[in-house]
Structure formats: C-alpha cells, structure tokens
C-alpha cells in the first residue's frame, strides 16, 4: 500500500522524523530558516499531513489549497500561528505538544530569572571583556530571589511549574489567571496568593508571564501595566513576544521604570539585529529557546508525529487544540 504524503516544513528531532519516514511520504524543507510561502503553497496542496512550527502561518490562504489536508500538527504548545478556526470549519484536527515542555520551559524561565537578578550575563561579558582587576564590595550588586515576591500572570501548567520552583527558593508567590485555582491535591502550590492582575504587577519583584497569545493577551504588558510595576521589577517573558508591547517596554525599561527584562519571546522573531531593545544594558534577549532541552525537543518530535499519524489513519488526535471536529467534545488537557 502506498504511504500517504505528508508535508514537514522543517527537519524535526529524529525520533519524529523516524516515526513518520516508516508511514509516511515525507517531503521536507531542508533549511534551516523558515519555510517560503511559495514552498508551502506549492507542496501543500499533495499533502494528507502536515507537520509545521510556530514560525509558519498556517492561515486561510494556505488551508484554501490544502485540499487533501487530513490533519496538521505543530511541534509547539502555542498555536497561535494556526487559523484553528478555519481548520476546524474544514474538518481537520491540529496536534500539539502540551504538558511535554512544561518542566523544561519553567527551568528556563527559572534561570532568566535568576540571570538576570545576579546580572550573570553582565558579569560574563565583563570578565571576557579583560575588565576585571579586583574583587569589590560594591560591584554587580543584583537582587535576592529568597523572599523576594514573584508574580506569575498565567496559572496553566507552566505557571504552576513556575511557582513550585519558587517554593523551593522561599519566594512569596503571588499569581493571577482566569481560571486555575489551587486545590489541596495540587501539591507544592498551597501558598501560592491569587491576586488581580493590578496587584500582581503591583506587589511583585519579579513578574513573569505564562499566558498563551490570544485577542485578550496580545499587549497584555503595555506602559499602564509597566508603570504600575515597582521600579525595581524584574520582568521574564517565556511565552509570546505580542504578549508586551515592545515600544512600552523600550521606554520603561530606557527611563528605569522597571529595572530589567528578561525575554525569551520577541515581537518579531527574530528580533532585528538593529531593535532599540538590543541596545538597552538592562534587557536579555534570547533567542526562543525555553523548551530548548535534547530531551524535550525529542519528546514533542515523537508527539508531533503520533498526532499527525493518528490525524492520518482518522482516529483522535492524542493531543489536540480543536476537539470540536469530533463533536461537542471538551478541549483535552495533557
Ligand atoms: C514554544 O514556544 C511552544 O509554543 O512550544
């Protein structure tokens, strides 16, 4: 029997890739830079299956020719670059990797985090720079995490996994969401404080975001928000770059504000080498790394392609953003 073909817009880990070149017909971009669209809408149209990432806008334009299309599955968590509901009015289930990444991309958060309280990458480029002569008392002080207050905007799985590494640096955990509340078998966050979202930016020394990008986050962060921060805040951002409003941040973080930003996530990614933001002395920027671990990445490969394989034999997707293709089913948890 023939394998169906099945469109991968860019090499994925090979425990994934495995998976897929045993079932499928994989026809793939090479490259490691983002697919073109005039690739995509060339190949699209052949394919049952498609693996995409969170660079590619799976849109209206794309879907229109995608007309064998069976299912489409993302290596990432956010799918906000999937018109989810023009694949759902076309019947077809998108996959994506909750839960998988949620330790690995709290650990990371974690560690910006604490770079940037400690100012580690101010002291790296110091001492690589020759410019270090002595041992001084009052030299790259930076702040205390212990008993410091975080405030984590954004209670789903990687909030939570956020405040439980708190706990164990006896930090005050303040958080605020729409829904998630803490319940007694949720162990580790029982002192976790739900507050508004005015008096977490308010209380909090350092305030990090664990919203997914949607109508109601995007600029979420913007110069109201950042100036009700205290001066001294620290503010980490693992989640989507539209999520602040960059302009906001550039001039709160140029007239201190706030005392630092710590990004993971950029609007737009990449962020141009000539971005204001990259002239600032007190924002990191990293390149969308998070879930960057060897482990992980593996992991939402081989997930990625039991999504998509499922999505191709026509049985439920194992993890799936629109359940309601299959009916009046809830959205499924990880
Ligand atoms: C990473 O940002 C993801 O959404 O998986």
């Known amino acids: 029997m023939s394998k169906p073909p099945i469109l991968l817009t860019r090499r994925i880990p090979q425990a994934g890739l495995d998976l897929l070149d045993r079932f499928c017909e994989v026809r793939m971009w090479e490259k490691e830079a983002v697919v073109p669209t005039e690739w995509l809408m060339e190949h699209v149209p052949s394919a049952k299956g498609l693996v995409c990432l969170l660079t590619d806008q799976i849109d209206k334009p794309v879907l229109d020719v995608a007309s064998s299309l069976k299912v489409v599955s993302t290596m990432a968590v956010g799918y906000d670059h ?4 023009e694949c759902t009015r076309r019947g077809i289930p998108v996959g994506y990797t909750p ?11 974690f560690a910006l985090m604490m770079a940037a309280a400690r100012r580690v990458v101010e002291g790296a480029s110091f001492v690589k720079e020759g410019r270090w002569k002595t041992w001084s008392p009052t030299f790259l002080l930076g702040q205390d ?3 410091a207050t975080l405030g984590i905007v954004g209670f ?36 976790v404080e739900f507050r508004d979202f005015q008096t977490v930016l308010k209380e909090s ?23 009700r921060m205290k001066t001294s805040s620290i503010l980490i951002n693992t989640a989507r770059g539209r999520v602040i409003d960059s302009d ?6 140029g007239h201190h504000v706030i005392a630092y930003a710590a990004l993971d996530v950029t609007d737009p990614e990449p962020i141009p080498v000539n971005d204001r933001l990259l002239t600032l002395s007190n924002c990191l920027i990293v390149p969308h790394i998070a879930s ?11 997930m990625t392609a039991d999504n998509l394989l499922a999505g191709l034999k026509g049985e439920r997707l194992p993890f799936i953003v629109n359940p309601e293709v299959y009916g009046n089913a809830k959205k499924e948890r990880a």
Do not use: W
């Open 82 to 85: 999937i018109n989810i509901a």
């Open 145 to 147: 995490l212990h008993e």
């Open 205 to 227: 020394d350092f305030v990090s975001l664990h919203v997914p990008l949607t109508p109601q986050t995007h600029h979420l962060i913007g110069k109201t928000e950042l100036q």
């Open 248 to 253: 906001a941040l550039y001039e709160a973080l």
């Open 156 to 191: 789903g799985r990687i909030g939570q996994a956020m405040a439980r590494r708190a706990k164990g640096f006896s930090m005050r955990v303040l958080a605020c969401c729409a829904s998630k509340q803490v319940g007694p078998q949720d162990e580790g966050l029982q002192d």
């Open 292 to 302: 960057a671990s060897v482990a992980t990445r593996s992991k939402m490969a081989v």
């Open 99 to 109: 839960g998988v990444l949620t330790e690995t991309t709290a650990d990371f958060a």
